[in-house]
């Protein structure tokens, strides 16, 4: 199982409580079109992004100066090329940037769907700009749980983009397949998580003879009535919460607040797992605060020397 050598990952640099890095500049990647359904990681950061709303710490000071082009908020890009479809997982504040790495990888801008996990900002309100200030989409299928599609339906302004028509919700069950081609299949199922306004779910995605896993938010594993390490077994990619290394880099919030699982905590919990097993995992988004964002701190390499790995944009997944 390797992750397909079309690009070569970017490093994503600096972090809050490592020393930054002193080259910043983004590198530039020459997408090739696909030809096997694939999986296509499209940014990898927390809701808030980085630099973070706020922050005055030296590392965001410097990418508010000299932006690193290749950081953005947590999403997956799926790519049929047989039958010309693509699909989003999320709809981030970077959805503009994020449709045209789609189009690099597929052969359009505009995804034939786009899957939502919940209702918290890096998630979902990239919808807003499918709406008439911006692209005034046409009917594009939103697929959402019963919970998340009221809240649209319901909530202004995401009401205005189901009654222009901009988005067609189309509504999920927990366990039951959506069979988007003969290559792609994805199930939906519940996670425990702050679900103020809508449930949380992960997905299963299947294509014709890999399957992936993606948890990008979930509270502690304890917290969830599934046991990870039994569905990290059924699949051949795991993209699973990586937002806070430890609870260090948290000193101005109650870390009761935000009970991500600690990549410590993960590694820790999957540390009898086979070399095979864990290479399947691959921690994804990751606060502005999290260490291993600098593939040169001691965390990151402690990450890769465990024998897990770090979701990079650009990463390509045969499916």
Request: aromatic share 8%; with cysteine; charged share 25%.
């Amino acid at each position: 199982m390797k992750v397909i050598p079309l690009l070569v990952a970017i490093a994503l640099l600096g972090s809050c409580n490592q020393e930054s890095n002193s080259n910043l500049s983004s590198k530039k990647i020459s997408a090739v079109p696909l030809t096997e359904t694939s999986l296509v990681i499209l940014g990898t950061l927390q809701d808030a992004g980085s630099p973070h709303i706020a922050c005055t710490k030296d590392c965001c000071k410097e990418l508010f100066q000299n932006p690193d082009q290749n950081r953005k908020v947590v999403s997956l890009g799926v790519i049929d090329p047989e039958n010309k479809v693509s699909y989003l997982f999320e709809a981030t504040p970077d959805i503009s940037v994020q449709m045209k790495m789609l189009k690099q990888f597929g052969s359009k801008e505009t995804p034939d769907g786009i899957f939502l996990t919940h209702a918290h900002i890096g998630h979902y309100s990239g919808l807003m700009y499918l709406g008439k200030e911006a692209m005034n989409a046409k009917s594009i299928p939103v697929f959402a749980m019963p919970r998340m599609k009221k809240f649209l339906e319901e909530s202004a302004p995401w009401s205005q983009l189901v009654s222009t028509s901009n988005i067609s919700i189309r509504e999920l069950a927990i366990g039951k397949s959506e069979q988007l081609t003969l290559n792609i299949t994805v199930t939906p199922f519940t996670v425990p998580h702050r679900d103020e306004y809508s449930e949380t779910v992960g997905f299963i995605i299947e294509g014709p003879t890999k399957k992936a896993l993606f948890i990008p938010d979930i509270d502690k594993w304890e917290k969830w009535d599934t046991s990870i390490i039994e569905e990290i077994k059924k699949v051949d990619y795991a993209f699973i919460d990586a937002t806070f290394f430890d609870a260090e880099e948290i000193d101005n919030r109650d870390i009761r607040e935000i009970p991500h699982p600690f990549i410590i905590e993960s590694m820790e919990l999957f540390a009898n797992l086979s070399s095979t097993e864990k290479k399947k995992i691959y921690f994804i988004h990751v606060n502005h605060t999290n260490p291993v964002l600098n593939s040169d701190s001691k965390q990151a390499k402690q990450v890769i020397d465990n024998g897990f790995n770090l979701a990079q944009i650009y990463d390509v997944f045969r499916l």
